[in-house]
């Protein structure tokens, strides 16, 4: 009989084509855990991910399911996949779960890190998880311009889906944007985010700290609903999957 399970996942993303699985590669953090999973238990595994994080994004705390036929205990399950994924992915935890459970569908928040370097010399160890600017940006307008993206607000300016049907509202409940030494961080929580927002969010805020608009044309870019009238999207590396919420707890 089939168990419902709850995995808890960190990898870095640097040479996967994304998240989800994909029919013409290999090369995804969902199809290399499938392929581990049908071995273990000598069936189809199907894993169901909070969310798809694009190609070259990391994750510290991606969740999934997936239902499995298996004796095994639960840290073995996680002691055999830890062995035979490759070393850029790891389960962190394995937890049985409600055959209910939908780590997607009953995600009530996350929390996403997008990371700059502005320092004078090359990042080399980092460079594989920040995006390097040219200059310094004006922390405190980028704070005043977040200011006008929280709470809950139609983002279509911020969705990098041009054939996006369903509803693009989103709830922002908090962006902390910090400055240590030469790396700039932009922290985002919210009750979800469309396809490139946090990227789009981060281009268009940096677009203000450097100048090129002013903190309350916030406004007018949500008003808009159009991705033209929003900032550059950043690269994919700089960001990185921190937390999915479920039920109430938030931090």
């Not at 993303?13 to 199809?31: F, L, N, Q, V």
């Not at 997607?104 to 996403?112: D, E, I, L, Q």
């Not at 054939?163 to 693009?168: A, D, F, H, R, V």
């Not at 281009?203 to 900032?231: C, F, H, I, N, W």
Request: proline share 4%.
């Amino acid at each position: 009989m089939k168990q419902n399970y709850k995995l808890r996942i960190s990898y870095d993303g640097s040479r996967y084509h994304g998240w989800e699985a994909k029919p013409d590669t290999e090369m995804t953090i969902e199809g290399k855990m499938e392929t581990v999973l049908a071995r273990m238990t000598g069936g189809d595994a199907k894993v169901i991910g909070a969310g798809r994080t694009d190609a070259g994004v990391h994750a510290r705390g991606m969740i999934a399911n997936v239902h499995l036929d298996t004796e095994m205990r639960p840290e073995e399950i996680r002691a055999y996949l830890n062995r035979y994924l490759p070393d850029d992915i790891c389960i962190l935890e394995v937890k049985t779960a409600s055959v209910r459970f939908h780590a997607r569908y009953h995600a009530t928040g996350k929390t996403y890190c997008y990371t700059c370097y502005d320092g004078p010399l090359k990042p080399v160890f980092d460079r594989k998880y920040v995006t390097v600017l040219e200059r310094p940006a004006d922390v405190e307008k980028m704070r005043q311009a977040a200011g006008y993206l929280i709470g809950t607000h139609d983002f279509a300016s911020f969705c990098g889906n041009p054939q996006m049907k369903k509803s693009t509202v989103r709830t922002v409940t908090s962006i902390e944007i910090t400055k240590s030494g030469p790396y700039l961080k932009f922290v985002y929580q919210g009750s979800g985010f469309l396809r490139y927002m946090v990227r789009i969010l981060t281009g268009t805020l940096l677009e203000v700290g450097y100048g090129k608009r002013a903190p309350e044309s916030m406004r007018d870019v949500l008003e808009a609903k159009k991705r033209s009238e929003a900032g550059y999207l950043m690269p994919p590396q700089g960001l990185c999957l921190l937390n999915v919420y479920y039920g109430e707890q938030k931090g």
